[in-house]
């Protein structure tokens, strides 16, 4: 089906889907008041769901956006097959997470919205937030997620609380915090590949107005990978070491006061992502014939090592009707990343001319680091909520990052891997923001809520080399200045009790984007991208709180949209400007008790997000695929139209929990979890190889809990189908690209003390 059917096809799924939405909306009354007159019981409800979506704790029925959370148990079994943060993909409406490095480096697409560029000074529209505490350089926003009292995924725009790099939305992590109660846990599992993921953490007794918790993953897994070339740099790969640990030190002499503090740190021993050369059939997405994911033939070096060590201060006032807030926090990785970017082995130029597997037009094997790498913060906000129906939120933001990027070639060919060359790109990052919200009760029922933002953004960047021949038409050197103010306006209106119906308007907006020269092509930069999201929807506690739903609709406009243009023919990598960007579509996330023994969650979105610019061309793949968009010449590609990058329409979730009480208060259970996402392009352009296919990843575990639930052991498979997917692609060179995590199976053991 050609491009504009598929539009016209898309259409009315939009409105269908919004249709069903507005019914929902419509029947809403007349179920929110059967579950108000319900008897009230003393057990089979669902919990209360609370976040911090807004800088305060609410319901999260309260808040007006839309805002997925994942605790507990669902977390634990989603992390138990020693995946990175990349397990979060799709477990949640419109949530999408993909990486080109690893365990590193993530990148984060919410409602389609994301950005594909893997250079070490990339931003992202999508913000991270671990512990109050921005993590802006992306590989920052690789740590590990363990001892959790939840995750957060919060629509955009979110430019009012949180700021500057935050128009697509906000994934918020946050640590369970100190208790003066000794208690902990530990959990550990072993599966196939030689996998163990290894968690725990523990309440250190202090005494007095102290407490303190100290938490640690470690993550393993055997090189799973062999390389049939003989005598290549690296025999196997895929394995890594990944360990993390985090102390936390509170002290709370007071109601009044507590002083937060946090240390943690992460280290990484493994292997970057494995490309394997020409695994795409040529006119298709599907793999080669005969594809083995055991299987590689490299001739280069895989290898990647992280060092990230971080703190932080969180102070806290509270003075009757005002709470004052200090966040003060220091952020410090260096990332060391060297891959064989070809996917194969020899060229045919090498002595013996040799190549494979596949075409191997020319060899590419590099490496990238960041040194020097420091990141501080500062945060000062206070809260006024006196009697009545006003309150207020005000405060003052400070940023300041610097580091140098290295990059590196190597002769993979004639000199066994030997240094040939490198470039080094110094950044600093200066912001600064003032901001403020005021939430209002009109009537007990008609609830306001509306902020405002100023932001400040200087970036400074340079490009050095010795022995590099840089494109410098543009230079070397340049710096930006950005300053923009950002607003929301929301109304919640409350139909009964448990039911409320929400409207919301906001904007954000991401600072100017800047790319350093190289070899292949010349320093580019775009201007800052503004956006303006409209949404509205219902959220409702149904049946006595046996069921609770949500569901939106909505629409985003970016302007002057910041696309990174990669690979292609000339092997480039530059950031280009769309005019317009177009985003809509729909939500849902349902929790259901049918019985008290068992519990299901569903959540579902459809995201039609595209590019409005009839004048913009990208290059077109360099390693033979078929692009199916119209040839502007010179290699350049119409893209007018098309979905953005690694932007799923359709996404749905479930999980089923079962379970089966034995007497004396054990149980058995039976727990599945499953994530779906549509077709994927991974570029900009559209072609017939370079288009991920379908993808459906899920998972069973069965366990058995004993002795007041201080005892579990379980048996799991992650990947249960074994479904083998191409996730991403290298288009410079020929058709390379790289797959998703193999199935795993094992066995799960947990304590609480």
């Not at 995946?83 to 990148?107: C, K, M, T, W, Y």
């Not at 802006?136 to 629509?155: H, S, T």
């Not at 055997?222 to 790969?237: F, P, Y």
């Not at 959540?603 to 502007?632: F, R």
Request: with cysteine; net charge neutral; hydrophobic share 35%.
């Amino acid at each position: 089906m050609n491009r504009s059917a598929t539009q016209r096809a898309a259409v009315p799924a939009l409105r269908e889907a919004a249709m069903a939405v507005s019914l929902a909306l419509l029947a809403w009354p007349a179920l929110a008041q059967e579950a108000a007159e319900a008897p009230a019981k003393e057990k089979g409800q669902l919990e209360t769901v609370t976040i911090t979506a807004e800088r305060r704790v609410e319901n999260i029925r309260e808040v007006p956006n839309a805002v997925s959370k994942i605790s507990g148990e669902k977390l634990d079994v989603l992390n138990s097959g020693g995946q990175d943060i990349r397990f979060l993909s799709g477990r949640v409406p419109s949530l999408n997470i993909e990486s080109s490095f690893g365990r590193a480096f993530p990148r984060f697409y919410i409602r389609g919205y994301g950005n594909t560029d893997f250079r070490l000074n990339a931003s992202q529209p999508v913000s991270l937030i671990y512990d109050d505490v921005v993590q802006e350089n992306p590989i920052l926003k690789g740590f590990p997620a363990f001892d959790l009292a939840g995750v957060e995924v919060v629509a955009g725009p979110q430019g009012t609380l949180y700021g500057r790099n935050t128009p697509a939305g906000v994934v918020k992590f946050e640590s369970v915090k100190p208790s003066k109660k000794q208690e902990g846990y530990f959990n550990v599992s072993y599966g196939t590949h030689d996998t163990v993921n290894a968690e725990g953490a523990f309440n250190l007794p202090m005494g007095g107005d102290w407490a303190a918790r100290i938490s640690a993953q470690i993550q393993h897994r055997g090189d799973w990978v062999e390389n049939t070339l003989a005598d290549a740099a690296t025999s196997k790969t895929e394995g890594y070491n990944d360990r993390a640990v985090r102390a936390q030190v509170l002290y709370e002499p007071h109601k009044q006061f507590s002083a937060l503090f946090n240390i943690h740190n992460r280290e990484l021993d493994g292997s970057p992502r494995l490309f394997r050369a020409n695994i795409i059939k040529p006119g298709t997405n599907d793999l080669v014939d005969g594809f083995d994911p055991d299987k590689m033939s490299i001739d280069g070096h895989n290898e990647q090592r992280i060092h990230a060590t971080g703190g932080s201060a969180r102070l806290r006032w509270n003075l009757n009707d005002v709470t004052l807030h200090s966040i003060t926090a220091i952020e410090t990785v260096q990332p060391y990343s060297r891959g064989d970017v070809d996917g194969g082995y020899g060229a045919p130029y090498a002595p013996d001319g040799q190549f494979g597997p596949g075409n191997i037009p020319f060899s590419s094997e590099t490496s990238d680091a960041l040194k020097d790498h420091r990141q501080l913060s500062q945060e000062f906000r206070v809260e006024y909520n006196p009697a009545g129906p006003a309150r207020y939120q005000a405060g003052v933001y400070l940023f300041h990052e610097r580091y140098m990027a290295e990059s590196v070639n190597y002769d993979s060919i004639f000199s066994d891997g030997g240094y040939t060359s490198s470039a080094r790109t110094r950044q600093s990052n200066r912001a600064y923001a003032v901001f403020g919200s005021v939430n209002y009760d009109v009537t007990d029922a008609f609830k306001l809520r509306g902020g405002l933002r100023f932001t400040k953004d200087k970036k400074w960047l340079a490009t050095e080399t010795q022995d590099q021949t840089l494109n410098t038409a543009n230079g070397l050197t340049t710096d930006t200045r950005d300053s923009k103010v950002t607003w929301d306006l929301s109304g919640t209106y409350a139909l009964t009790k448990d039911t409320n119906v929400y409207a919301r308007v906001g904007t954000g907006f991401r600072g100017s984007a800047i790319l350093p020269a190289s070899e292949f092509g010349p320093m580019t930069r775009a201007t800052p991208e503004t956006l303006t999201s409209y949404e509205v929807g219902v959220k409702s506690d149904l049946w006595n709180r046996r069921a609770r739903i949500s569901a939106n609709v909505f629409r985003y406009d970016v302007k002057d949209l910041q696309l990174t243009e990669v690979g292609g023919g000339g092997n480039g990598n530059s950031v280009k400007t769309a005019k317009k960007v177009v985003g809509e579509g729909v939500e849902f996330n349902l929790e259901l008790l049918p019985i008290d023994d068992l519990f299901i969650t569903m959540g579902g979105s459809y995201n039609k997000a595209t590019i409005k610019d009839g004048a913009l061309t990208v290059a077109g793949c360099g390693g033979g695929c078929t692009v199916t968009n119209p040839a502007a010449g010179n290699g350049q590609f119409f893209i007018n139209g098309n979905q953005l990058p690694q932007a799923p329409k359709w996404v749905y979730n479930l999980t089923a929990r079962y379970s089966i009480p034995t007497p004396g208060g054990n149980e058995f259970y039976v727990y599945t979890d499953w994530a779906y996402r549509s077709k994927v392009n991974f570029f900009l352009y559209e072609s017939k190889e370079f288009t991920g296919k379908a993808l459906t990843e899920g998972g069973l575990r069965a366990g058995y809990i004993w002795s007041n639930g201080k005892y579990e052991a379980a048996a799991f498979v992650r990947n249960i189908t074994n479904q083998v997917r191409v996730t991403g692609a290298i288009d410079f060179n020929n058709l390379t690209g790289f797959i998703n995590d193999p199935r795993t199976y094992g066995v799960q053991f947990k304590a609480i003390f």
